[in-house]
T-cell receptor, first 115, second 114 residues
Framework: EAQVTQNPRYLITVTGKKLTVTCSQN?????MSWYRQDPGLGLRQIYY???????DKGDVPEGYKVSRKEKRNFPLILESPSPNQTSLYFC??????????????FGEGSRLTVL | QQQVKQSPQSLIVQKGGISIINCAYE??????FPWYQQFPGKGPALLIA?????SEKKEGRFTISFNKSAKQFSLHIMDSQPGDSATYFC?????????????FGRGTSLIVHP
């Protein structure tokens, strides 16, 4: 089954304790991206990647890091989480180039609470 | 700067009614205009999408109307059902080439009362 898998789905942590949210897709998509969803603000892009070893900032990158060492994985790293990073996070992927339709495939989401 | 403006923020409709959500975009280079549907506890999923070479696309009870000159597009849900209650996001991007990064509207929370 084609899917984007995020872990953990729920996490409560404390300020300053480093954490990583993993994202893996099994569709061989070139493009992967992280979004955060907050009430009234919709989906805001944090970072995106066009391919292995290629990453770039989205609209709200402060406080986050990413890496793309393998095509299927795109982890989101919070080096020193703060309460304003409490949010619902989504990973998404899509095809680029030949065969592209424009459709984004989303994971189920990771709800993060920083105390 | 918000490149895709979506309205209304919330919408309440009676069962059997028509739900209409509107979006306006700024970048004329966009060539892919999807609507995503998100149920509570789930990720957004593509509902329906349109390319700018047509003015309307219909899939069952869901229709996108597209006005290229006005840079607007809308989602119409006919015969709205309680199961349609969800958050709807419009977006705009390019399928290939530059600007492939999608820009999302802020979402519309739709409640359909039985």
């Amino acid at each position: 089954e084609a899917q984007v898998t995020q872990n953990p789905r729920y996490l409560i942590t404390v300020t300053g304790k480093k954490l990583t949210v993993t994202c893996s897709q099994n569709m061989n998509h070139e493009y992967m991206s992280w979004y955060r969803q907050d009430p009234g603000l919709g989906l805001r892009q944090i970072y995106y990647s066009m391919n292995v070893e290629v990453t770039d900032k989205g609209d709200v990158p402060e406080g986050y890091k990413v890496s793309r060492k393998e095509k299927r994985n795109f982890p989101l790293i919070l080096e020193s989480p703060s309460p304003n990073q409490t949010s619902l996070y989504f990973c998404a992927s899509r095809v680029l180039g030949q065969g592209a339709t424009g459709e984004l495939f989303f994971g189920e989401g990771s709800r993060l609470t920083v105390l | 700067q918000q490149q895709v403006k979506q309205s209304p923020q919330s919408l309440i409709v009676q069962k059997g009614g028509i739900s209409i959500i509107n979006c306006a975009y700024e970048n004329t280079a966009f060539d892919y205009f999807p609507w995503y549907q998100q149920f509570p506890g789930k990720g957004p999923a593509l509902l329906i999408a349109i390319r700018p070479d047509v003015s309307e696309k219909k899939e069952g009870r869901f229709t996108i109307s597209f006005n290229k000159s006005a840079k607007q597009f809308s989602l119409h849900i006919m015969d709205s059902q309680p199961g349609d209650s969800a958050t709807y996001f419009c977006a705009a991007s390019k399928v290939a080439g530059g600007s492939y990064i999608p820009t999302f509207g802020r979402g519309t929370s739709l409640i359909v009362h039985p």
